[in-house]
């Protein structure tokens, strides 16, 4: 009961101010900005605003295997809203993510999001999630950014879904390394069935870069698979058989 009371009368007052001021904020540096890069930088502020608010001790371990000067598409596992928070307010990285395309249809939302370099993905269309592959590998090349992607298609309720193949699809595509990370405890803090944050700890696991250099497209669902298998590992979660599908 008390905990429900700090979120509802203190934690999500705050964290709507604070994405409304943020989100201004980058609405407003959008129209000047178009690489994107002033955006990000405040997004990571939103997100570190987000997490102290709500009380999220974040841990951080393996940051010391990403070069600043590199690019890479970023692979996680997804078990909650705060995921995203948690990658943006510690990764030390340039990077854009793939989102929902009805999003993008969205006044003044779906315009920022485009000249902040974000990308749409329609999964039930796999020719036009093709196309925004294509179109990340090439804004990786270009704007010398990474991408994150969360490939099991949406939050998990439970134990971590197959990966789809779009991930690699773009790795293999753009020539750079796939960096798999692993989130654990988010789903503590803002549960699937929750809007109120909960304070806790929060954890993320950094992986070893898996180099695609050499790597072709019909490689793509193994490599999906040795992803799959290490996103795993470093979330805690149960050892099995991952079944990839298409991509998308």
């Known amino acids: 009961m008390l905990s429900w009371l700090r979120a509802y009368l203190f934690i999500d007052p705050l964290n709507i101010l604070a994405t409304a001021v943020m989100g201004t904020l980058s609405l407003l540096a959008s129209a000047f900005d178009k690489s994107g890069r002033t955006q990000h ?5 939103w997100a570190r605003m987000v997490l102290a608010i709500s009380g999220v001790r974040l841990t951080v371990e393996g ?110 595509k753009a020539g750079v390394p796939v960096v798999p990370i692993g989130i654990m405890g988010t789903r503590t803090v803002l549960p699937m069935d929750s809007l109120h944050v909960r304070p806790g700890p929060v954890v993320l696991r950094i992986g070893d870069p898996i180099p695609t250099a050499g790597m072709h497209l019909k490689d793509r669902g193994e490599l999906t698979q040795t992803v799959w298998h290490k996103v795993a590992e470093l979330a805690g979660e149960p050892s099995q058989s991952a079944n990839p599908s298409t991509v998308s």
């Open 41 to 45: 930088y405040i997004a990571c502020r």
């Open 63 to 172: 940051l010391e295997k990403l070069d600043a000067n590199s690019r890479y598409v970023l692979v996680a596992n997804h078990r909650s809203y705060m995921d995203t928070p948690a990658v943006l307010a510690r990764i030390p990285l340039q990077f854009r993510f793939f989102a929902n395309a009805s999003l993008f249809g969205i006044p003044l939302l779906g315009g920022h999001l485009r000249r902040a370099g974000h990308l749409p993905v329609r999964r039930e269309n796999p020719r036009v999630s093709l196309k925004s592959l294509s179109d990340g590998a090439r804004l990786v090349q270009e704007r010398n950014v990474s991408v994150l992607l969360f490939p099991e298609g949406g939050r998990s309720p439970g134990a971590m879904r197959p990966f789809l193949e779009g991930a690699a699809y773009l790795a293999i």
